[in-house]
């Protein structure tokens, strides 16, 4: 199958009934079937997401055709979803289809007025590229929620759907090379965000009870296995941009310069990228993650200004 771009795909109701959807609640049985013991299998069978107190969801490309994925979600108690049968067509995946699902059912469930969206999924390896989806778009870990009940096998999450701003460090890794100025970047894979884009060596959301600082530090350490001193930490701007849960949440992202490091980078975490490498700051590959793009273009030119706004 081509490749869909995100912006090329559509995400409106299904019936549950119809041929298409149920081949992929076929097939997301069966994954969760091969990769959970029968007792924590909690998916929906068809006739299940036929209920009144769900909705279902497709996304297809925009001139309509082939179902690529779905997602659906389920009334609760007042005031809170549950986000469910999240699947994606095996020859779909790495477009973007899950993340425009889990948009649109995030904003579906804030216009319902909806205050929280919770989910269960596994906790095995599996499933790590839906965690990670879920991560990126602000969900964070909760206990067993309606009648769940904890189990090792279960990863419960949720997220608020009240205005956030979810504050995240990166750092620019400089260094001169036979071509000049040379950034280090890596390609993303497997993280459910972006995947085959090049990104900043390290990067990742600030978490509680840490600065700024100690969040580049410590994903410096995570991801390439390099210390870095606070003082090499140059700051090189602020962005204030649009989160993928779009009016749910904003983004404040920190970026640093480093030009001094002790050891030598190296891909420590081999399931979230599959290269790192260094290229001129004239010659960056293509794609970039956007935003990321709009720093790592300015360092030709000067720099950033000491404050960014992206995608309002």
Not at 156 to 164: D, I, S, V
Not at 226 to 248: F, K, N, S, Y
């Amino acid at each position: 199958m081509t490749s869909t771009p995100r912006h090329d795909i559509r995400v409106r109701p299904v019936d549950p009934a119809a041929a298409q959807v149920r081949a992929l609640v076929h097939a997301h049985l069966a994954f969760v079937h091969r990769h959970s013991p029968p007792e924590d299998v909690h998916a929906l069978e068809a006739d299940g997401l036929a209920g009144a107190d769900v909705s279902v969801f497709g996304a297809t490309a925009a001139d309509g055709g082939t179902l690529l994925g779905i997602g659906a979600l389920r009334a609760l108690e007042p005031g809170h979803a549950e986000l469910k049968s999240m699947h994606v067509a095996e020859a779909a995946r790495g477009c973007g289809v899950g993340r425009a699902i889990l948009t649109h059912l995030i904003a579906t469930a804030g216009t319902r007025g909806e205050t929280r969206i919770s989910l269960e999924t596994g906790s095995m390896a599996a499933f790590e590229p839906a965690r990670a989806l879920y991560a990126s778009a602000g969900f964070r870990p909760c206990g067993p929620f309606g009648e769940y009940v904890s189990s090792r096998h279960s990863t419960f999450l949720t997220l608020g759907l009240r205005f956030q701003v979810v504050p995240a460090a990166y750092v620019v890794f400089r260094r001169a090379g036979d071509r000049g100025e040379e950034v280090l970047l890596q390609l993303r894979r497997g993280t459910g965000y972006l995947d085959e884009h090049w990104a900043c060596a390290a990067a990742g959301h600030v978490e509680q009870g840490e600065s700024m600082v100690d969040a580049a530090r410590r994903e410096t350490r995570e991801e390439l296995g390099l210390e870095v001193d606070p003082a090499d930490l140059e700051p090189l701007c602020g962005m204030h941009r649009t989160g993928p849960g779009g009016w749910i949440d904003q983004r404040a992202d920190f970026f640093f310069a480093c030009r001094r490091w002790r050891g030598e980078p190296r891909l420590v975490e081999p399931d979230k990228a599959a290269e790192l490498r260094w290229f001129p700051l004239d010659q960056l590959p293509d794609p970039v993650v956007p935003h990321e793009l709009v720093v790592l273009s300015s360092l030709t030119t000067g720099g950033p200004p000491p404050l960014l706004t992206y995608g309002f």
